[in-house]
């Protein structure tokens, strides 16, 4: 069986004090401070999911894309470069990340 190799989109956005690191193909997040926290809990939060679907074999519990916002919101954003995901486990491999920093109009 071959591997399947993912470079997933992540958009960066602020919420209050929060920076939010939201992947559009898994409909993940993390939260932090820093937009490199945001990214490692998102990376976190990743894993968690990966194997959950390694127990229970079903893809439907892995893919789910984002709302159609999200994708709104990466389009329109700045390329950042800030780190990537980082995942090699049952098959997916996930070594690029593409991300942006939508800023909100005041």
């Not at 690191?21 to 998102?42: I, K, V």
């Not at 893919?63 to 919101?73: H, L, N, T, V, W």
Request: a negative charge; charged letters at 25%; proline letters at 3%.
């Amino acid at each position: 069986m071959n591997n399947i190799h993912l470079h997933p989109r992540v958009v960066f956005y602020r919420e209050g004090s929060s920076w939010i690191a939201h992947c559009l193909e898994f409909d993940l997040a993390g939260e932090g401070s820093t937009r490199e926290e945001a990214l490692e809990h998102l990376n976190e939060a990743l894993v968690v999911q990966v194997e959950v679907h390694s127990i229970r074999s079903n893809p439907a519990d892995l893919f789910k894309p984002a709302d159609r916002e999200y994708f709104a919101m990466y389009e329109a954003g700045d390329e950042v470069s800030v780190g990537a995901l980082r995942l090699a486990s049952h098959r997916l491999i996930i070594d690029q990340t593409r991300s942006r920093e939508y800023r909100r109009a005041l």
